[in-house]
């Protein structure tokens, strides 16, 4: 366990990625509506669980089915609401879910690695102190948003280096060792 977990208080912020961390990724395709979401096994708790540690969680994911057109922002929006419903049925709280719309290829200031969601996070949030936040996602694009913005990171699924966990409720699991 790293020493930063033991320090995690409600003066933290989580930042968690979608696809793959909450909810099922579709390899090869997007998450188009509410009937395509699927929590991962845990999920909901561990972000009841999670939430009840830090003072504030937010989503960070990047769409670009939308700049394809696969999907609209109001497919989206539905998708969110479900997922917020459900953590909410749980107990949990998202605060706020930022995405990104836009293409890969245009590499838009909003789409990780970039930073553009940390920083509006931080307008939104003025209190979010990165030195005091986690970013935990699946991919080394995830890795790299939070090690750009100086957040902790965990990595769900493995990985050679850093600290990883199996899944988003190992990870809360293992906070509360």
Same mark, same amino acid.
């Given at each position: 366990?790293?020493?930063?977990?033991?320090?995690?208080?409600?003066?933290?912020? %989580? +930042?968690?990625?979608?696809?793959?961390?909450?909810?099922?990724?579709?390899?090869?395709?997007?998450?188009?509506?509410?009937?395509?979401?699927?929590? %991962?096994?845990?999920?909901? %708790?561990?972000?009841?669980?999670?939430?009840?540690? +830090?003072?504030?969680?937010?989503?960070?994911?990047?769409?670009?089915?939308?700049?394809?057109?696969?999907? !609209?922002?109001?497919?989206?929006?539905?998708?969110?609401?479900?997922?917020?419903?459900?953590?909410?049925?749980?107990?949990?709280?998202?605060?706020?879910?930022? %995405?990104?719309?836009?293409?890969?290829?245009?590499?838009?200031? @909003?789409?990780?690695?970039? !930073?553009?969601?940390?920083?509006?996070?931080?307008?939104?949030?003025?209190?979010?102190? +990165?030195?005091?936040?986690?970013?935990?996602?699946?991919?080394?694009?995830?890795?790299? +948003?939070?090690?750009?913005?100086?957040?902790? !990171?965990?990595?769900?699924?493995?990985?050679?280096?850093?600290? @990883?966990?199996?899944?988003?409720?190992?990870?809360?699991?293992?906070?509360?060792?």
């Amino acid at each position: 366990m790293a020493d930063w977990m033991e320090q995690v208080d409600e003066s933290w912020t %989580l +930042f968690l990625d979608r696809d793959g961390v909450i909810n099922e990724r579709l390899p090869g395709d997007y998450v188009k509506n509410v009937s395509e979401f699927v929590f %991962l096994p845990g999920a909901e %708790l561990a972000i009841r669980a999670l939430t009840m540690a +830090f003072g504030r969680t937010v989503v960070v994911t990047n769409q670009q089915g939308i700049g394809k057109g696969i999907m !609209t922002a109001e497919d989206l929006v539905a998708v969110h609401e479900y997922m917020l419903h459900h953590v909410s049925e749980a107990g949990g709280v998202i605060d706020r879910v930022y %995405l990104c719309p836009e293409l890969a290829g245009d590499n838009p200031k @909003c789409r990780k690695p970039n !930073t553009g969601m940390a920083e509006q996070a931080k307008r939104d949030f003025p209190e979010i102190d +990165f030195q005091r936040a986690v970013m935990v996602g699946d991919s080394p694009s995830d890795m790299e +948003f939070g090690d750009r913005m100086q957040m902790k !990171t965990v990595f769900i699924g493995q990985r050679d280096e850093g600290l @990883c966990f199996e899944s988003l409720a190992q990870f809360a699991d293992q906070l509360f060792v």
